[in-house]
Nanobody
């Protein structure tokens, strides 16, 4: 079992920045990598970014240049730096971690961009 705990969401003004954190605990050795999805109100989740245990990263085209994913292996934590936030970035962000048997999810953290 793997547990994921997210933090760092909140209310931010347009143009601002946030850094989301996702810390894994439990059987972390099973994890292939960590990533983030976001879910807009009334929409399905969409993948945002992913980082493997070796540090390889992938991003959705829609976020390239503004979103940066990184990880601290010693802390079993992945980060999502979001810069130049826009009102249309308002969403719930979910951390996830795939393993050979299943994908684990965090509880989600709300990001609201508004003036």
């Amino acid at each position: 079992q793997v547990q994921l705990v997210e933090s760092g969401g909140g209310l931010v003004q347009p143009g601002g920045s946030l850094r989301l954190s996702c810390t894994a605990s439990g059987s972390v050795f099973m994890i292939y990598g960590m990533g983030w999805y976001r879910q807009f109100p009334g929409k399905q989740r969409e993948e945002v970014a992913y980082i493997t245990t070796s540090g390889t990263t992938n991003y959705a085209d829609s976020v390239k240049g503004r979103f940066t994913i990184s990880r601290d292996a010693a802390k079993n934590t992945a980060y999502l730096q979001i810069d130049n936030l826009k009102p249309e970035d308002t969403a719930v962000f979910y951390c996830y971690a795939p393993t050979f048997s299943q994908t684990y999810w965090g509880q989600g953290t709300q990001v609201t961009v508004s003036s």
